[in-house]
């Protein structure tokens, strides 16, 4: 893939994305090597607030808790907002510390979900990108959502011509929309991530019929239509690519770049816990599904093992709750309240889970369906365990590979403090 450059507004960039995981499974550790390395990488600032709070020792989460404490019986959240102003701080305080430790000729951007709909979707949203915006991001990915109103909410905004702003759509279909929204502003995305099927986190694809659909010919429709109306916008496509190879075909057929995600779970600059991350490279392909259990409607694809399936906890809106609608409620909400009314002892909930508290907790192990491919590259150690890599190797194993061969990671001592322990 070193043979192509991505060239985004006047820079150019190895033609590498590195995409959004949250919650904060693509930590700014992970972004910044990737811009270190002359690639683009993403932060997540799903639930920032308790991103904040575990980085910088804020108070965020509590504070909100307390302030709602008297709800916590109450089936009905619609009470329950998010202070916007505590919010911006959040997302200023942790994209401008990303920002300030940003070294290389890389970029780093932020992956917006409009999903994460926090009671009050406009509002929260264009916070969120507002805060982002002033504290100096590069570019932001507008995901998880059509967006179709997403370009007005920061259109006053001084840096709205500067700033790159990309959006992640699975379909010709979800596309359209969105450039006839973004042309009444007069701007136009400055690319455009087509996920396909394979991707991790939520698809844009049915969880009945998702295998019907290839990101290829997704790709290459949208190429077609973006040269028939003279559209000259970069096309990312992102979900299974696995090897460099799988990046040069996509380049050589007309896209300008391609976005990763799975290999980079694995990596020590990951968020996921360590033990997690063994559970990625142990997985097998029987023991990946995509499930409806997601509140936010999207199917989701994850580990069957995850263990946030078919638990019953109370839901925590009250610290929470980003995944409330405009009208404060979540299908976890119902199906707890539900299974409550049931039965209020041993509460299990098998048909959704509660995002936050879950992801928060990193219990929901989604992935791309390439992850039972990760065993094959890295090693296995002594004892039993795999060796984590460095987000560098897996880049530059993307950049530099050729004829889909993975290059393994140096292989590291397993017992290396010990001898330097016996040495000493
Ligand atoms: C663990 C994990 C979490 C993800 N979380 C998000 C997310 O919060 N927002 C989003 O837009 N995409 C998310 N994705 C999708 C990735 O950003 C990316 O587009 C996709 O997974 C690329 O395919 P690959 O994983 O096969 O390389 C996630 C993917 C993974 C593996």
């Not at 992640?168 to 502003?185: D, Y």
């Not at 694809?205 to 290829?216: C, I, M, R, S």
């Not at 995850?306 to 610290?319: F, K, L, V, Y």
């Not at 098998?350 to 065993?375: A, P, S």
Request: hydrophobic letters at 35%; proline letters at 4%; one cysteine or more.
């Amino acid at each position: 893939m070193n043979d192509f450059r991505l060239k985004l507004g006047e820079k150019e960039y190895v033609p590498i994305f590195v995409g959004g995981m949250g919650v904060d499974i693509s930590t700014a550790e992970l972004a910044l090597e990737v811009a270190r390395l002359g690639g683009i990488g993403h932060i997540s600032d799903a639930m920032v607030p308790t991103v904040s709070d575990r980085r910088f020792k804020t108070n965020y989460v509590q504070e909100k808790q307390k302030k709602y404490k008297f709800n916590i019986g109450n089936v009905d959240k619609s009470i329950v907002q998010f202070d916007l102003q505590r919010l911006a701080e959040a997302q200023k305080l942790f994209v401008s510390r990303t920002m300030s430790s940003k070294k290389g000729d890389g970029a780093i951007f932020i992956n917006c979900m409009e999903k994460l709909t926090m009671n009050s979707p406009r509002n929260t949203l264009q916070t969120r990108l507002i805060a982002a915006m002033d504290a100096g991001i590069d570019g932001i990915t507008l995901s998880a959502g059509l967006h179709l109103g997403s370009m007005e909410l920061m259109k006053d905004h001084p840096r709205f011509h500067d700033v790159m702003i990309g959006v992640i759509v699975s379909s010709l279909r979800a596309l359209r929309p969105f450039l006839k929204r973004a042309a009444k502003f007069k701007r136009l995305p400055d690319y455009i991530t087509v996920e396909g099927p394979m991707a991790g986190g939520h698809l844009g694809f049915g969880a009945d019929d998702w295998h019907e659909y290839n990101l290829k010919s997704i790709v290459n429709e949208i190429l077609d239509y973006l040269n028939q109306n003279d559209l000259d916008i970069p096309v990312i496509p992102a979900g299974g690519i696995f090897t460099g190879s799988d990046g040069v075909e996509y380049l050589e057929s007309g896209a300008s770049a391609v976005q990763v995600a799975t290999r980079f779970t694995v990596t020590e600059e990951c968020g996921l816990p360590e033990k997690t991350k063994q559970s990625y490279l142990e997985a097998v392909e029987e023991d990946i599904v995509v499930n409806t259990i997601s509140p936010t409607g999207y199917p989701m694809r994850m580990l069957k093992q995850s263990p946030g399936i078919g638990t019953g906890i109370r839901p925590n809106c009250e610290a929470f709750g980003y995944i409330l609608d405009s009208n404060g409620n979540c299908q976890y909400v119902d199906a707890y309240n539900r299974e409550f009314e049931k039965n209020s002892k041993n509460i299990s909930v098998e048909d959704k889970t509660c995002l936050c508290t879950q992801f928060r907790n990193f219990k929901i192990w989604t992935c791309g369906h390439n992850v039972y491919r990760l065993k094959d590259t890295t090693h296995k150690l002594e004892e039993g365990k795999y060796q984590l890599l460095r987000a560098e190797e897996v880049f530059k194993d993307y950049q530099f590979s050729k004829d889909h061969m993975i290059k393994l990671p140096e292989r590291k001592n397993s017992n290396a403090s010990e001898i330097s322990l016996a040495a000493a």
